[in-house]
C-alpha cells in the first residue's frame, strides 16, 4: 500500500495546486504585474517542479505512454489537447485522415509540440526513433479544459476550468509499477474524481475536482479551509501530490514530506498566484436559464430557502469569515461509508462554496454526491426542512443556473 499511496500522490497533479495558488484575499482589487502573470500563466500550463522523478522513475509511465496511450485513448480518459498548439500540418493531417490518432506515435509527436494539456515530455532521438524518455505533468492536467472547437477534448484551453472528464485514477492504474490491489483502488475512482489524501492517510474516499477560477479575494479556498497562508496549498499538492521537488510539513495533520534536494516549488508560487487570481469564473451561457424563473429564484435564494446565511457577499460564501462544523453539511455521510472527509482534514470543518460558475462543473458537493443543482436543492431542502414548494425549487435552480 505505500507504493499505490505514493502512486496516488501523483494522480491530482494540479487539483488543489491550482487552487492553492488562488487562496489569498491578501489584496483584492490590486492590480497584477503583467510580466508576473504571464509568468504564472507559463507555471501553471507548463511547469512541473521536477515532479518527472515520480511519473517516469517511480510509476514509468513514459514506457506505457510510448507503447499503448494513443491519442483516443488519451480521449477517452479525460485528456485535452491545445488546438492552438498544433501546426497546420498537424491539423490537416486530423482532418484528412492521415494522421494516424490509433497510435502511440502520434501521442509522443503531440507531447512533443506540448499540445497534450498538463503533461511535459521529453522527446529524443533513439536509435533513430523518437522516444518519450521522461514525462511529468503541470497545474492544468486537472485545472484546464478546453472549449472543443475542433473536435470533442481538442479546442482552445479554458484554465482554470475543472476537467470533470479527467479520470485521474484511470490513468495512473495503467502504470505497470503498480500491483492489482492499487489498480483497483485508482480505477473506482472514476471520471472527474481524485482523492487528495489518499497517499498520506489510506483512505480511500475521492472527492470532485474543483474550479480555479473565481477565487480573488475568496480566503480557505479549498473544502476545508485548511490553510489560510497561499503558500500552504500550493506546497501541499506540489510536494505531496504532484512529487514536485520541495517540503510541505503540518504538524496538525502529521504529513511531513520532502522530495528531492533542490527547492523548485517556493520561487514559483508567487506569479503562480498571480495568474490563478485573474481567471475569472465563466458567466452563464445565454439562453441556459430561465431568466423569469431566475429573477423570482433569488428571491427565494435570499429568503426562504436561507441560502444566503452562507452563501453571501459578491461571491457567494463566507469563507473569509468563518467555517462549518461537518454537522451542518448535506454532503455526508460520505459514499461507501467512508469516513468524513473534514476528519481527514486539518480543520475538521468545511467552508461554504463560492458559487459563480457553479452551472459549468457538475456534479456537486465535494464528492460529487449531487449530480445535478436540481438534485442539490432537493437535498437542502429535504435535510434542512425548508419546506420549498415545487414551484420555489425549480425557480431557486433557475438562479443557480444563473451564477
Same mark, same amino acid.
Given at each position: ?26 489584496? #483584492?482589487?490590486?492590480?497584477?504585474? #503583467? ?33 499503448a ?7 477517452s ?6 488546438? !492552438? ?5 498537424v491539423?490537416?493531417g486530423?482532418r ?49 479544459t ?15 476550468? #475543472? ?32 482523492? #487528495? ?5 489510506g ?25 489560510? !497562508? ?63 424563473a ?7 435564494? !435570499? ?57 459549468q ?26 419546506g420549498l414548494?415545487?414551484?420555489?425549487v425549480?425557480?431557486?435552480? !433557475? ?5
Open positions: 500500500m505505500t507504493f499505490a499511496r505514493s502512486a496516488a500522490a501523483l494522480a491530482s497533479a494540479a487539483a488543489a495546486l491550482s487552487l492553492a495558488a488562488c487562496g489569498s484575499a491578501d489584496t #483584492p482589487g490590486a492590480t497584477p504585474d #503583467p510580466a508576473v502573470v504571464a509568468e504564472g500563466k507559463q507555471i501553471f500550463r507548463y511547469d512541473t517542479f521536477g515532479d518527472e522523478s515520480k511519473w517516469t522513475d517511480t510509476l514509468r509511465m513514459h514506457e506505457v505512454i510510448a507503447a496511450v494513443d491519442p483516443l485513448t488519451a480521449l480518459v479525460g485528456l485535452k489537447v491545445d488546438a !492552438e498548439a498544433l501546426p497546420p500540418a491539423v490537416n486530423i484528412d485522415g492521415s494522421i494516424d490518432l490509433a497510435s502511440p506515435d502520434t501521442t509522443v509527436a503531440l507531447l512533443e509540440l506540448d499540445a497534450v494539456i498538463g503533461l511535459r515530455g521529453t522527446v529524443e532521438a533513439v536509435n533513430g526513433r523518437k522516444t518519450l524518455t521522461r514525462v511529468g505533468v503541470t497545474c492544468a492536467l486537472c485545472h484546464s478546453v472549449d472543443d472547437s475542433f473536435a470533442p477534448g481538442i479546442g482552445k484551453r479554458l484554465d482554470g476550468w #475543472p476537467n470533470r472528464d479527467l479520470n485521474p485514477g484511470a490513468i495512473i492504474a495503467l502504470s505497470p509499477a503498480l500491483d492489482a490491489s492499487a489498480r483497483s483502488i485508482f480505477n473506482s475512482w472514476g471520471k472527474g474524481k481524485y482523492d #487528495p489524501r489518499f497517499n498520506l492517510d483512505i480511500n474516499g475521492p472527492q470532485v475536482i474543483p474550479p480555479a477560477y473565481g477565487l480573488a479575494g475568496v480566503a480557505r479556498i479549498t473544502t476545508t479551509g485548511d490553510g489560510d !497562508e497561499i503558500a500552504y496549498w500550493n506546497r501541499y499538492v506540489a510536494v505531496t501530490q504532484m512529487g514536485g521537488h520541495g517540503s510541505f510539513s503540518d504538524a496538525r495533520t502529521g504529513v511531513d514530506v520532502r522530495n528531492g534536494t533542490e527547492d523548485l516549488v517556493t520561487a514559483r508560487l508567487p506569479a503562480l498566484q498571480a495568474y490563478q487570481l485573474t481567471l475569472a469564473a465563466p458567466p452563464a451561457p445565454a439562453g441556459s436559464f430561465d431568466v423569469a431566475a429573477a423570482r429564484g433569488k428571491v427565494v435564494f !435570499e429568503g426562504p430557502g436561507r441560502c444566503a446565511s452562507c452563501h453571501s457577499g459578491p461571491d457567494f460564501t463566507d469563507a473569509s469569515l468563518r467555517l462549518h462544523p461537518a454537522s451542518d453539511v448535506v454532503s455526508e455521510p460520505e459514499p461507501n461509508g467512508v469516513p468524513s472527509w473534514a476528519s481527514r482534514s486539518a480543520t475538521k470543518q468545511y467552508r461554504t462554496a463560492p458559487l459563480r460558475g457553479i452551472w462543473h457538475p456534479p456537486y458537493f465535494h464528492n460529487g454526491s449531487a449530480a445535478t443543482l436540481q438534485a442539490v436543492v432537493d437535498t437542502y431542502n429535504a435535510r434542512k426542512s425548508l414548494s415545487v414551484a420555489e425549480a425557480d431557486l435552480v !433557475e438562479y443557480l443556473k444563473s451564477l
